[in-house]
């Protein structure tokens, strides 16, 4: 089993920029693919961004490609999420979520069985 823990939430002005980060404990963390998800109020989870086990591969929804970038440090146990000229919209609670595989990842919530309590991010106009 794995526990996640975000952390790096905060309020930011739009055009701003958060860096968030993910600690793991338990298992091997390297054995597991990691995504960051987010929900706002009144809106289904939707997918972030996603690292695969080894990192040799990564992904982010498309309106978010040159502003967040996913990366992950194994020895550390931490995965992070730099969010760069953040955008209103933007706001929402971002979850880490992780689900052994041997390559690749998910954008669909419901295939990762593990996931954080999540962290709030709210950027002002």
């Known amino acids: 089993q794995v526990q996640l823990q975000e952390s790096g939430g905060g309020l930011v002005q739009a055009g701003g920029s958060l860096r968030l980060s993910c600690a793991a404990s338990?298992?091997?963390?390297?054995?597991?693919?990691v995504a960051w998800f987010r929900q706002a109020p009144g809106k289904e989870r939707e997918f972030v961004a996603a690292?695969?086990?080894?990192?040799?591969?990564?992904a982010s929804a498309d309106s978010m490609k040159g502003r967040f970038t996913i990366s992950r440090d194994n020895a550390k146990n931490t995965v992070g999420l730099q969010m760069n000229s953040l955008k209103p919209e933007d706001t929402a609670v971002y979850y880490c979520?992780?689900?052994?595989?041997?390559?690749?990842?998910?954008?669909?919530?419901?295939?990762?069985?593990?996931w954080g309590q999540g962290t709030q991010v709210t950027v002002s106009s």
């Open positions: 979520a992780a689900v052994l595989a041997v390559s690749g990842f998910y954008k669909t919530p419901n295939l990762y069985n593990y």
């Open positions: 338990g298992r091997t963390f390297s054995n597991y693919a």
């Open positions: 690292i695969s086990r080894s990192a040799v591969s990564t």
